[in-house]
């Protein structure tokens, strides 16, 4: 009876070690517990290490795969406490079942070397499985189940214990809700956006700012100018690429070497195109408090795969607020405050949304698009198609700035010093 319960293990998709004689019904079919040292029975050739045993009870062969396992763990601990910055991981995991864990040494693709649909494999075995929750470049993901009791028996079955399906030995760690918020709000945004869409910091996001048919008549509007350029310029339109992105200006250009106001003879024209007027009036009916008359504009297209690097639009340049209208594809956008090591906010800039940013978030964050063909939102990978923006700015007349971020202004420049002086 024995021997069939081993053929049978050892074809399917769990390794088991052979003194263990799980059912099929037990998802602990495939894991070598470490943690516990139930390892596989040792072999004949074995027999005098199984026979000489140490002090501590445990045979050679025991006390080698017990080293191997600490030191993975203390590797794997040890890379998310440098990565988070976090003196004591025990302020940050917990002992009591919760209903969230973090795989610590799991993480997305390259790093850590498995993906959603693997991990999803493993754990929806269990009851009560929710979601596993990855983020690109980190070596750690997180795994989330109805309740604690849920968590509790896919802990006991997989901590410390090799996975087979992924070749790996799992590391898993219970949270409390705050302490995954702290960690996952880089990873999925949605779950804390309130508190990462903070409008004290200058930063607001709107949703179906502009309706589709709205989006429909944009691009429209765009398709209909670049034809009338190409009818004005003998065939020439007034895009012009930087890097993987196409841009187009108007009302003033951006010159992109000495990052400032560049010349009228790049744009496509010197003024703004009637068409936004409505949609610029309709953003002071958010914000009341939109300063002036915005005489800037900057149209980008981002075929799939492009991006555009960290940065603080110019202090000198422009003035307070910065609006980005987001149409075609859905986009991560990343924010980090170069100041402190530990602040990245990640928000999801969906079709027909617009973004705003003043003051803090202006002056004091940096601003990106990663340049990938993916992005990964709750979990999941979306991939990326063709996304258009509409960048509408104000012309910084005085082109000085008095901001508290002094390593992110140019105010004293020597370019900005040197545009001061061909003012006069």
């Not at 998709?13 to 894991?31: C, D, F, I, M, V």
């Not at 009791?149 to 590391?171: D, S, T, W, Y």
């Not at 187009?248 to 009637?274: I, R």
């Amino acid at each position: 009876m024995a021997a069939g319960r081993q053929a049978e293990a050892t074809d399917s998709k769990w390794a088991t070690p052979s003194n263990s004689q799980p059912t099929k019904e037990e998802p602990l079919a495939g894991l070598l517990d470490l943690g516990g040292l139930a390892l596989e029975q040792d072999s004949p050739s074995d027999s005098t290490a199984s026979k000489s045993r140490q002090g501590d009870g445990l045979t050679r062969r025991e006390r080698n795969e017990q080293y191997k396992l600490t030191k993975k763990r203390t590797e794997a601990y040890a890379t998310l406490q440098r990565m988070e910055k976090i003196c004591d991981l025990s302020t940050v995991f917990d002992q009591r079942p919760r209903k969230t864990m973090c795989i610590v040494n799991i993480g997305f693709g390259a790093v850590g070397g498995a993906t959603v649909a693997e991990l999803e494999a493993v754990f929806s075995e269990f009851e009560g499985f929710e979601r596993v929750v990855m983020k690109l470049g980190k070596p750690y993901s997180f795994v989330t189940f109805r309740s604690g009791e849920n968590a509790q028996a896919a802990h006991e079955v997989l901590h410390e214990r090799m996975c087979e399906p992924l070749g790996k030995i799992l590391f898993l760690e219970y949270l409390t809700h705050r302490n995954f918020a702290y960690l996952a709000d880089r990873v999925s945004p949605d779950d804390t956006e309130s508190e990462l869409l903070d409008a004290s910091r200058g930063l607001h996001y709107f949703d179906d700012f502009i309706t589709e048919q709205e989006e429909k008549d944009i691009m429209e509007h765009i398709r209909i100018d670049e034809e009338a350029e190409i009818a004005r310029n003998n065939g020439s339109d007034k895009w012009t690429q930087v890097q993987e992105r196409y841009v187009k200006h108007y009302g003033h250009s951006f010159d992109y070497h000495t990052k400032h106001v560049g010349s009228d003879s790049l744009t496509a024209s010197t003024e703004l195109p009637p068409w936004m007027q409505p949609f610029i009036d309709r953003i002071r009916t958010k914000l009341p408090g939109y300063p002036g008359t915005p005489n800037q504009l900057t149209i980008q297209r981002y075929p799939p795969g492009s991006g555009i690097a960290f940065h603080t639009d110019s202090h000198t340049a422009f003035t307070d607020m910065i609006v980005i209208l987001s149409m075609g594809s859905p986009v991560q956008m990343d924010f980090r405050k170069p100041a402190s090591h530990d602040s990245l906010v990640t928000i999801d800039l969906e079709p027909r949304s617009l973004v705003v940013m003043t003051g803090e978030a202006r002056y004091g964050w940096e601003h990106a698009i990663r340049m990938r063909r993916s992005d990964l939102v709750d979990g999941r990978v979306r991939e990326r198609c063709e996304r258009w923006s509409i960048t509408i700015r104000t012309i910084n007349e005085q082109m000085t700035c008095n901001c508290a971020f002094s390593a992110l202004c140019d105010t004293n420049s020597q370019m900005v010093q040197r545009l001061r002086r061909e003012r006069v």
